[in-house]
């Protein structure tokens, strides 16, 4: 069992930055896969970015050159750095570990709006 626990989200105006921040508990940190999914109102879940337990990091193309995914294993935290934000970046955002099974967070609100 994996708990996940996610915070950073808010609002921020076009153009704007956000981090958001995935703290976990409960079982080994280091072994699992990572992601952060995003659901828009009407939309269904998406998934943004995702890191493996060896580093390896795969993007959405909506995201690409915007957002960057990390991890730091002593701390049991995955991080999603979100730079020059779009309207259409507004979402829910989970965090996600994966190893037989998937675990989710409860989510954290990004609201990107002038």
């Known amino acids: 069992q994996v708990q996940l626990v996610e915070s950073g989200g808010g609002l921020v105006q076009p153009g704007g930055s956000l981090r958001l921040s995935c703290a976990a508990s409960?079982?080994?940190?280091?072994?699992?896969?990572m992601a952060w999914y995003r659901q828009a109102p009407g939309k269904q879940r998406e998934l943004v970015a995702g890191?493996?337990?060896?580093?390896?990091?795969n993007y959405a193309d909506s995201v690409k050159g915007r957002f960057t995914i990390s991890r730091d294993n002593a701390k049991n935290t995955v991080y999603l750095q979100m730079n020059s934000l779009k309207p259409e970046d507004t979402a829910v955002y989970f965090c996600?570990?994966?190893?037989?099974?998937?675990?989710w967070g409860q989510g954290t609100q990004v609201t990107v709006s002038a």
């Open positions: 409960g079982s080994i940190f280091s072994i699992y896969t």
């Open positions: 890191i493996t337990n060896s580093g390896m990091t």
């Open positions: 996600n570990a994966q190893l037989t099974e998937m675990f």
